[in-house]
């Protein structure tokens, strides 16, 4: 198989123990989503070397890369597995350009040579202007991304991001997630993504690992996760609706046709968005209130998650709903039943994509 | 006029106390000063026994500081990144040259390294060559003294020095001795460079652990301070010259070092 096959386990005191299998298939991206402590550093630290396996394999391409049964093991420096870490880990004492010309020199490119490679990268990523900036003259957002060409540089086979955006204030986080999609569009190789936010797996991601406790809980698209989370902390994050659609002043055409008004009216062309699914209201007749979003749709499903519940309504526009149990059962929400929707334009969140 | 006061006075006797701590070094300097034959200074300091006391010094304590450099950088990378038993008891062992009155430093070398020493024997019978009493005397006793210096300083810049950014240039495909050369050393360069100016200044100054293991031959082992301490019963205008190269060399070291230890605010 072409791409990344493990299974791994690393057992580390009583307490905790990893067990996840991952195949990720060349020039795919997968998630590992999961809170704080589920496993996500051991996971990084493990795929790229820095950490052995307790038992289960590392297999990238047709290399072996860790086997405790066959007592294989690659370290990190001969694996080609690039790092993008969260806080970038830039080299202080070099600029921008000997950082990204550091992975192509160590691998035995010459000097000029290997300054040329990371000339190239930089500007493929488009910031070939920070070259001779130091790493502390840079700004959360370009740390990050000259981080990226790093990894990039040094020809990795596999890529993991390790939470690439959590140090980033909001609006670079935005515009690095975009960003990244084409960084990445050109890499052969299979990425992983670690990360606690959903909607980093969900923008960027083909296939999102959800892992809590060292142990993969549900695997699948966005969608899929979204509608049937397994675990409340799944329901908790995939609750939210995501919608691909194109806006034109504070209205949205969504994919499905359906059109949303929203309060953000400065954004325009393609867009993704997200809505939560609490700030979504559910009426048995048609609503008169505020909400400048409201239409009449179906009930497909609904789903008891202890004290709250899902519903999931259909055409025009799919969505899930989170209500409390006792509203089911006043409401009558069960599948096939008639449902007015209303959205309030301020709790559409609108992100350019 | 009225002065506008916006903090209280600090105590008197708080600053009495200081002033009088701020005299202890000043005076002596400025008895030194007063005491120097300005005139007769190129004569002084162009003497032969001063000149050989200076070239010795130098040589010496230059070699000291290499040797601190070369066997003190790999000893606090071992203490600061390999875990292994006993690694607080070597740490201490290392840092006990700076409370040891170097005397009792100079008669342990003696033990180890003298004509009937632990060691000392042995080297002596398999190739006649003898420690004490030359100047390999000189420059051991002063490594002996210098070394806790480089090994502390580089040891503590290691420990702040974030080791995933080690991680790091592994994962580019930097091999240890590659991460240790490209990466961790040129990080805790302004740490290495202060390290080895203060080994550097040490040993120059070394006295009591130099007189005890080497002796006191001119042009061989008799370097500046023993020679200061020579004169100094003698002849004390040569006494006072010397002493005035060794501040100027001490003045020469804060001023290189003041970013690192003071007036940084």
């Known amino acids: 198989m072409s791409g990344l096959d493990a299974h791994l386990v690393v057992a580390r005191g009583e307490t905790f123990h990893l067990d996840v299998e991952l195949e990720v298939p060349a020039g795919e991206t997968a998630a590992v989503l999961g809170p704080n402590g589920s496993g996500k550093s051991t996971t990084i630290a493990v795929l790229a070397g820095l950490l052995a396996l307790d038992a289960g394999h590392v297999r990238l391409d047709d290399t072996l890369l860790d086997e405790p049964s066959s007592d294989t093991f690659v370290p990190a420096e001969q694996r080609q597995v690039g790092v993008v870490f969260q806080d970038h880990l830039l080299f202080p004492h070099l600029d921008v350009l000997g950082n990204v010309a550091f992975g192509p020199r160590r691998r035995g490119r010459r000097r000029d040579r290997a300054a040329d490679v990371a000339r190239q990268v930089l500007h493929r990523l488009d910031i070939a202007e920070l070259a001779t900036r130091r790493p502390r003259e840079l700004s959360g957002g370009q740390a990050q991304r000259v981080a990226l060409a790093r990894a990039l540089a040094a020809s990795p086979r596999l890529l993991l991001l390790d939470e690439p955006f959590a140090a980033l204030d909001v609006a670079s986080r935005a515009t690095l997630r975009r960003t990244l999609r084409d960084d990445l569009g050109e890499l052969a190789a299979p990425r992983v993504l670690i990360t606690h936010d959903p909607t980093d797996a969900f923008l960027l991601a083909d296939r999102i690992h959800v892992i809590e406790g060292g142990r993969i809980v549900q695997s699948g698209t966005a969608e899929e996760l979204a509608r049937r989370p397994r675990t409340p902390w799944i329901a908790e994050l995939t609750g939210l609706n995501v919608i691909m659609g194109d806006a034109r002043d504070g209205v949205v055409t969504a994919t499905s046709g359906h059109v949303l008004h929203t309060a953000e009216r400065t954004t325009n062309g393609p867009v993704v968005v997200t809505i939560g699914p609490r700030s979504i209201t559910l009426h048995t007749e048609r609503p008169t209130g505020s909400a400048r979003n409201s239409w009449a749709t179906q009930i497909s499903h609904v789903e008891r998650l202890g004290d709250r519940a899902r519903v999931q309504v259909t055409d025009p526009q799919p969505l899930a709903v989170e209500v409390t149990p006792a509203a089911v059962d006043e409401l009558g929400l069960a599948p096939g039943a008639s449902v007015w929707v209303s959205i309030k334009a301020t709790e559409i969140d609108v992100t350019p994509g | ?265």
């Open chain 2, 1 to 265: 006029m009225t002065t506008r006061r916006t903090q209280s006075r600090p105590p008197a006797a708080l600053v009495g106390l200081a002033a009088v701590g701020a005299l202890l070094f000043a005076l002596p300097l400025a008895g030194l000063l007063g005491r120097t034959p300005w005139t007769d200074l190129p004569d002084l300091l162009t003497e032969p026994a001063v000149l050989d006391a200076l070239r010795l010094s130098l040589i010496t304590s230059l070699l000291a500081a290499l040797l601190s450099l070369v066997l003190g950088v790999p000893l606090a990378w071992v203490l600061a990144r390999v875990d292994f038993p006993g690694r607080s008891a070597v740490r201490a062992l290392v840092t006990l040259p700076m409370v040891l009155p170097p005397v009792v430093g100079g008669a342990a070398l003696l033990f180890a390294f003298g004509r009937q020493g632990l060691l000392g024997e042995t080297l002596y019978e398999k190739t006649g060559f003898l420690l004490p009493y030359s100047m390999w005397g000189v420059v051991m006793a002063n490594t002996f003294v210098a070394l806790p210096f480089l090994v502390i300083t580089v040891e503590g810049a290691l420990d702040n020095l974030d080791p995933r950014v080690e991680q790091a240039a592994a994962t580019l495909g930097a091999g240890r001795w590659a991460v240790f050369r490209y990466v961790t050393l040129p990080m805790i360069g302004p740490s290495l460079a202060a390290g080895l100016v203060l080994a550097w200044a040490r040993a120059l100054g070394e006295f009591g652990a130099t007189i005890t293991f080497a002796g006191n031959t001119q042009g061989r082992t008799q370097t500046l301070p023993l020679s200061v301490f020579v004169t100094l019963q003698s002849d004390r205008d040569t006494a006072v010259a010397l002493s005035l190269v060794l501040v100027a060399i001490s003045f020469t070291v804060l001023v290189v070092l003041r970013d690192r230890w003071w007036g940084r605010r």
